[in-house]
């Protein structure tokens, strides 16, 4: 005798309920009250304040009718793989080029010996921050990395996030600018940018298993991405939308069209802030890049991962250093880099 | 009236609101600024403002802040549309220009100066002097010439590759100056050009817009809060408040004949010796044969000037010239009389 039982009586709906009861599989409580033996007769009655919440199970228990939360679940599974394959069959070449990024990427990284890949890199550094201190701490990262034995997996991470990155930037300034130039799609924007960055990295992984084989390269990419775009779209707008009112007024009143006031001002104007968020969008992906070894990513995260399967704790930990190291010299460069720009754009 | 205003404003209203065509009848059915704003919700910005500015003048818009000055000065170059009215600038009418037209009309016609510079930040002096001209599409050697001969022109040479953070707030608003006049446009607007500036590059500033007129003879609307400056620069002035002209015309007139308490108020605190002129107090020519004369003055110079030359003698009397040809008496007694305010003149606005 369920608690509910008499709500479904009175209001007349036990002929509906018991419809199609001798179908339903037994439920273990069930099973048991029948191998004890004893009836519903001599079920005592349940106390007021242990009212249960009338929830899809319990409901389900007066009235057989009701379906159980098990399959509310089941059927957003269902849905999701019935839309699944008309989805990969749009998604697969869109993101086809993705894997290919990501591999040769990884493939250039590997090809290039690390005797002009590091001086490379320091060069890249110095050309991007015109400082010498933080070239040499660069340096310092990079040799104690190979020194370690650590290198080929810190440089394939930084080649996952060194495409990423490419791609957020790609899409996520363009899409910054679209948002500050209409406040409808601001509105259409934020809510979703909002999901993105809260729902757990976890659970990003989880329809993208599905669609994808967890063999291809893109499924770890686009995990990243979605995680890691959302910084530099918002700082994107944001610093458009920051641009000082009196400077787009006298560019209006100059008679310059929109091109020439997003390329010669907003733009230009905005580049600190731009900055800041591709700063953030490379920390992001640098987080990402090692949930998404769980999916066949490679790099340090992978070390990590073997780390807490096997429980090696020196190996997780060092690799785990090796990570931070990375995140603070990626960090160190970009904003010694924003620094530079920040300093020749004082208004 | 003089005939053909460089710039002609015929009738404008601006209600500012969600809806501003729905109450612009009851506006113009003569509905006032609180009503319409406790009735209706909106906002009247500018009623039946009728002002014409002739060729070469500078025409000064005066009111305090909250007059509608700035949303006036931006309703010539439509960074402002209006609700009704109409705005000419050599006989056409400017609202009826498409976006190509009226963009045309920015690059070529009009050029302007503001108050907080709104210099590029990341452009060199020299880049945001030529950026009319650049953004006409002219080639980058045409803007240099022309930023670098307006810079030399403001006294700005040696600071083409400077940033405008580099600059003092005089000398980023030069750049300003600079960069209007590089456009080569007939007309320049100023929103309250030289309102942050310091007061003694304040009056540097405007000896030098006047310097540049003297020579340049564009047709300027200058946008101020300032009596003093007002008076200074002004051909033709024009007083606003609450987004209604109380007063326009000759300075000097509107000095000696206030029609508003409002403007009463206003021009009591000012030092009338300094900004009133000869020819504004003097006796037309013929009348003061009888004088004996203690000496020629010029129609233009100050009165305050008459005064220490006379010495405070009230007894002396003038003969009054221009460019050489005489064309009036003053009596000093007259002066000393113009130095006190007026009662409001029965008789309206000048022009």
Not at chain 2, 238 to 265: A, F, R, S, T, W
Request: charged share 20%.
């Amino acid at each position: 005798m369920a608690f509910y039982d008499g709500l479904f009586d009175t209001l007349g709906l036990r002929d509906w309920c018991d419809a199609g009861q001798e179908t339903g599989p037994m439920s273990m409580a069930q099973l048991l009250a029948q191998s004890s033996g004893a009836t519903g007769a001599a079920e005592p009655a349940t106390p007021l304040l242990q009212t249960p919440f009338p929830s899809l199970d319990t409901l389900h228990e007066a009235c057989p009718a009701i379906a159980q939360t098990r399959d509310m679940t089941t059927g957003v599974e269902n849905a999701f793989l019935a839309i699944k394959n008309p989805l990969k069959v749009i998604l697969d070449p869109i993101t086809q080029p993705l894997s290919w990024l990501l591999d040769g990427s990884l493939a250039f990284f590997h090809a290039v010996p690390w005797f002009i890949l590091i001086p490379a890199l320091l060069m890249l550094t110095y050309y991007a921050t015109r400082r010498w201190g933080v070239t040499a701490f660069v340096a310092v990262s990079f040799l104690f990395l190979a020194f370690i034995d650590h290198y080929s997996y810190a440089v394939e991470t930084l080649s996952i996030i060194f495409v990423c990155t490419m791609i957020s930037v790609a899409l996520g300034v363009p899409l910054g600018i679209l948002m500050a130039r209409s406040d409808t799609m601001q509105k259409i924007s934020i809510p979703i940018l909002d999901m993105l960055q809260t729902l757990p990295t976890f659970v990003y992984l989880i329809p993208l298993i599905f669609l994808f084989s967890v063999t291809e390269s893109k499924l770890y990419g686009i995990a990243i991405i979605l995680y890691a775009i959302v910084p530099v779209i918002r700082l994107t707008d944001l610093g458009i939308r920051l641009v000082d009112r009196d400077v787009i007024e006298a560019a209006d009143a100059f008679g310059m069209t929109d091109r020439q006031k997003l390329f010669g001002v907003q733009i230009p104007l905005a580049l600190p802030n731009i900055m800041a968020g591709i700063n953030q969008t490379i920390m992001m992906s640098l987080a990402m890049v090692v949930i998404a070894s769980l999916v066949s990513a490679p790099g340090l995260g992978v070390l990590v991962l073997r780390g807490i399967r096997n429980l090696e704790l020196g190996v997780g930990l060092v690799s785990g250093f090796g990570i931070v190291l990375l995140a603070v010299l990626l960090d160190r460069t970009t904003k010694a880099a924003l620094g530079r720009i920040n300093a020749s754009y004082k208004t | 009236m003089r005939t053909d205003p460089k710039v002609s404003i015929k009738g404008l209203y601006k209600i500012f609101g969600p809806d501003p065509e729905s109450v612009l009848p009851a506006v113009l059915g003569g509905m006032n600024k609180p009503d319409l704003l406790e009735r209706h919700g909106h906002v009247l910005g500018l009623q039946d403002i009728n002002v014409e500015m002739q060729t070469g003048e500078i025409t000064v818009i005066m009111g305090l802040s909250g007059s509608g000055k700035s949303t006036l000065i931006r309703h010539l170059n439509r960074l402002i549309d209006p609700t009704a009215g109409e705005v000419l600038v050599d006989g056409e009418d400017v609202l009826g220009y498409s976006e190509d037209r009226l963009r045309r009309f920015r690059q070529e016609t009009m050029s302007m100066v503001f108050q907080k510079f709104a210099l590029l930040p990341h452009r060199t002096v020299l880049q945001n002097a030529g950026m009319a001209r650049r953004v006409r599409g002219e080639d980058d050697a045409a803007a240099s010439r022309e930023g670098r001969k307006w810079l030399t022109r403001v006294g700005l040479s040696g600071y083409e590759d400077a940033y405008p953070h580099q600059l003092s707030g005089g000398m980023q608003q030069r750049v300003g100056i600079a960069r209007a006049l590089a456009s080569d446009s007939p007309i320049m607007l100023m929103d309250e050009a030289f309102s942050a500036l310091d007061p003694l590059i304040r009056t540097d500033m405007q000896d030098l817009l006047l310097e540049l007129q003297t020579e340049l003879h564009k047709t300027i609307v200058f946008i101020t809060h300032d009596l003093d400056e007002a008076l200074k620069l002004a051909d033709h002035l024009v007083i606003l408040k609450d987004g209604y002209v109380v007063q326009q015309g000759e300075p000097q007139q509107i000095l000696l004949h206030p029609n508003d308490p409002y403007i009463e108020d206003f021009v009591s605190d000012i030092n009338r010796a300094r900004v009133l002129r000869v020819r504004s107090v003097m006796q037309p020519v013929a009348s003061g044969n009888g004088h004996d004369f203690a000496g020629i003055v010029e129609a233009n110079d100050t009165l305050e000037k008459l005064i220490s030359l006379s010495g405070g003698d009230t007894t002396k009397a003038y003969r009054v010239q221009k460019s050489g040809e005489d064309v009036g008496v003053l009596d000093m007694k007259d002066l000393v009389r113009a130095l006190v305010p007026a009662a409001p003149a029965q008789t309206g606005a000048v022009r």
